[in-house]
């Protein structure tokens, strides 16, 4: 039975990380740094910034 549990676990691996390739942002180059400065023009929290932009 451990030969089961080995495969499904490493099928289930598989999908967690086709689903988090899936999912991820990606800023562009200018993006990131637009980000970046208005983080720290500091005019709103960088919580706030996370949020709006949608970064974890």
Excluded: P
């Excluded at 490493?10 to 208005?38: D, T």
């Amino acid at each position: 039975m451990r030969a089961k549990s080995t495969s499904s676990k490493s099928g289930a691996e598989k999908a967690v990380k086709y689903i988090r390739r899936a999912s991820r942002c990606k800023f562009s180059a200018e993006e990131k740094i637009r980000i970046v400065i208005e983080g720290m023009r500091g005019e709103s929290s960088i919580a706030d910034l996370c949020r709006r932009e949608g970064i974890a």
